[in-house]
């Protein structure tokens, strides 16, 4: 965050740089107003700092402990077929699993009136619960627990979370899935401060190089080398800040927060009615929303854009301490396995994934969205915990 936010900003708001990424305006004629955001930046630092330190539920320390490791891969397992299964509904109305290829950028662009959408459009986020077998597969093998069917399940896995995601075109969503497999085992050997720092910005540093050769593989790209890329996304934080400054209304009063969980239900029964901040953001920096009116680009809110549209800077010390402790409770959850291979890999995912993303994506649509799949276990569990009937 304060890498972003502390050295982004001065490329930002150099003239010389005016007209390389969308919404330059916005920058430009609030140069006098940075103060504003760097206060806001400062204040959510604090509150992050502030959730961070309260203590989570007390019964996310022991959520997963009683699940032996035997049970564990049968459900890895199981929530696999489902996801394979909810895939190949979901995509059946487009041709299959290959012929999905020719709709993946009109869904992505959010041009549904070019095509009917599927009949089972409610069932695509569950595809997403094969990055939770994955990892959970994963976990298994750091914790010597090597039988065939922990092997088998994180290949088949593996293969299917890829496919997921390159259907999707989540350029970032794959990037961060390689990052996070591959940042466990820094996170197993535990290792000195100063070497976490290195490490840890050595992973982000090289995958923001990765996501932008991806985007040129899946022809994505929007930028002709990679500095112009880096200030093309990484400018969105200050656009929509000062967007939001300048146009927008600041007391939301946390009305979207508060409905949030109405975004795990089919976007079908919500899209008409719940609008999102990321949608009235985009509609002040596009002029319109994402697939309207030929606008084929979503502008997200990042942390600090978001909790002043809640409420002005306040909304922003209230909304980082709700982050905060979500990353805290994250950790707990993560931390709640016997298997210390299943700790080990969702503490990377936390680090390499919610983290990072959290802060610059942090619309609760996107929040739940991203981390559909965990959101779903965790809840299964909790009704398995409550509910006598699951247990008899």
Known sequence: ????????????????????????????????????????ATIALIGIQIGWKINPIKSSLYYFYNINHNSISKYL???????????????????GFVGYFDYNRLIRAGMFDSF????????????????VSCLGFIGLIISGRTNFLNIAG??????FSCYVLYAAAGRIAMISLLAVVLAAPMVMT????????????????????????LSWWLDLKSSNNISSYVLNEFSFPFVSFFAQLEQGFHFYSFVEVALSPLYLLPSSLTSEWLIGAEVRNTIIVMGSAKGVGGNTAGIPTDMITFGFMQLHILGVFFYSIIIGYIIKLSYALANSFQEKGMRIIFTSYILFRICPFIIFYSHPKHIISTNFGFIFIIIIRYIYIKVRFFRI
């Open 116 to 131: 009917e959408r599927s009949r089972f459009s409610f069932l695509s986020p569950f595809s997403n619960l094969s990055i």
């Open 1 to 40: 965050m304060g890498l972003v936010f502390g050295l982004i900003i001065p490329i930002v708001t150099n003239e010389d740089n005016y007209g390389l990424f969308v919404g330059y305006g916005f920058v430009r004629s609030n140069i006098n107003n940075v103060y504003i955001h760097t206060i806001s």
């Open 154 to 159: 994180f290949a088949i896995a593996l293969l």
């Open 77 to 95: 397992l199981l929530i696999l077929i489902v996801s394979f299964l909810s895939q190949y509904l979901y995509t059946i109305d487009y041709g």
């Open 190 to 213: 535990r290792r000195k401060y100063t070497s976490w720092i290195f490490g840890y910005f050595f992973v982000i540093f090289f995958g923001i190089i990765a996501i932008y050769n």
